[in-house]
């Protein structure tokens, strides 16, 4: 469980309570209808935490949402106005938390608010309902504070789990996971280039937008909370999370068109965003467990997505409907992927194996390839399939047969995070025990191996 948040830091707390002691003493004016009250910051994080769970994308109670600014404001079944600006007593939204009846008090069949909570939506109201945001459609989510984290080590004691891996879109850099933070290195020579810090103590996804420049980038801290940034690197803001889930963010891939990016959570969702403004368009809550992975059809149709729970599934990407489910790998399932045909899927886990199936009927159609040790990562490469085990390996087979390649490489410990770049033909793969390593599909560059930890860069091997 996510520990419980207060609705705003308490320093900003206490500065609006001593706000409205001076206003009170000191003016006519009451403290009710002092400018303060911050929608972004104070009404929307108690909305999002106490509200959205019944009046959102997924449910609707009272056929009202007020998941967003423009969607508060809209009627609900009662069709009496949910607030007016300047009046708490015509304010539907406002009488509802002072009903006395559980069942008729909001938020239904849960604590009511506390009486510094309600106060607050009440001078809100009162000093007319503003709103100080950019887009009433911007969902509460967004104004959630991302919570803090401590900053990266200056230079790290012992290597980091690599558990994210991915190439810049012209192939010169490497992206990977570090501690608080995402490092980019020299992909030749794994000379470290720059560090963006501020971000969760775990990350589990790195991917850029197709033809884009942003960077999704998706983490969290076991067991307490997920967060996802989408960083625009050029431009130098402060990271901020555009979503907050449950419990960690084990996977995020954008849509071809690079509008739409899917994640999915330790927290067992599987949702949809739309890009670059980051408003959830689809939840899905079908998995019984994490969701490892997830990806969209070359064409942006289907979603796949892989779990935990042994099961993978493809939906349609649009309107979340279920198409197919696979129970044919009898352990989690880690990763999945489509053939560039759009209608057969390949999922691989802890089972050994990688499947192919009809993402339509959810009908087996082979056993793609066996192994000794669990596959961790599976990867499309210049028509080949790439593939990362618990032991060590990388292997390629080719597609569609399956037929034996070469083993690729064989490194010591555990491939955590693999990655491949098509116009230079290289692969890069993250270990378990931070080392990084970097080398040619087609032959000819040779490999080089770093410590992806600042600091340890340039160590011996461990
Ligand atoms: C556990 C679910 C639940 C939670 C949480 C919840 N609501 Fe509701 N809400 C309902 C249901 C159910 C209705 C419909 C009640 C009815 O029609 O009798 C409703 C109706 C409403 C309506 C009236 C819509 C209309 O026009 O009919 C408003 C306004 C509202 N809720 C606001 C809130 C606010 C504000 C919160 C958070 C403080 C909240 N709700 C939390 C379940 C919930």
Known sequence: ????????????????????????????????????????????????????????????????????????????????????????????????????????????????????????????????????????????????????????????????????????????????????????????????LRRVGGMPERIHSLAWQPAGTLLAVGGGSPGRSGELFLLNLALQSVPRAIAITADEILCASFSPDGQRLAIGSADKSVRVFTI????????????????????????????????????ARVYNSTNGNSISTFRGHN?????????????????????????TWDGIDGEHAGTFAKFDTSITRLHLADGTMLMGLADGQIVHRNLPDGKEGAVTNIIEGRVAALAFHQATGQIAAGMHDGRVRVWGIRGGVCGNEFIASPGLAKSPRP
């Open 1 to 192: 469980m996510r520990p419980v948040q207060s609705t705003m830091p308490v320093s900003r707390f206490l500065t609006l309570l001593a706000f409205c002691f001076l206003v009170a003493a000191t003016s006519r004016f009451s403290c009710a209808a002092g400018p303060s009250v911050s929608f972004t910051a104070d009404i929307a994080p108690l909305l999002q935490r106490r509200c959205v769970v019944c009046h959102g994308l997924e449910k609707a109670k009272g056929q009202y949402r007020l998941d967003t600014f423009g969607g508060l404001l809209k009627r609900g079944s009662s069709d009496k106005p949910s607030v007016v600006p300047g009046k708490p007593e015509a304010s539907l939204l406002y009488q509802l938390l002072l009903e006395k009846s559980p069942e008729d008090r909001m938020p239904q069949d849960a604590d009511a608010l506390s009486s510094t909570e309600i106060a607050l939506v009440k001078s809100w109201i009162l000093s007319g309902a503003k709103f100080d945001g950019s887009s009433h459609s911007t969902p509460l989510a967004r104004f959630l504070p991302t919570p803090p984290h401590p900053s990266a080590p200056k230079r790290y004691k012992h290597p980091w789990p690599i558990t994210a891996i991915v190439f810049s879109n012209d192939g010169t850099q490497l992206v990977t996971s570090g501690y608080h933070e995402i490092n980019f290195w020299n992909a030749n020579t794994g000379a470290l």
């Open 276 to 311: 670059p403004q980051g408003r959830e368009i689809l939840r899905l809550d079908q998995h019984s467990d994490w969701v490892h992975g997830v990806v969209f059809s070359p064409d942006g149709t289907w979603l796949a997505s892989a779990s935990r729970d042994r099961t």
């Open 331 to 355: 352990a989690a399932v880690e990763s999945v992927l489509f053939k560039t045909d759009g209608k057969v899927v390949l999922t691989a886990g802890a089972d050994r194996t990688v499947r």
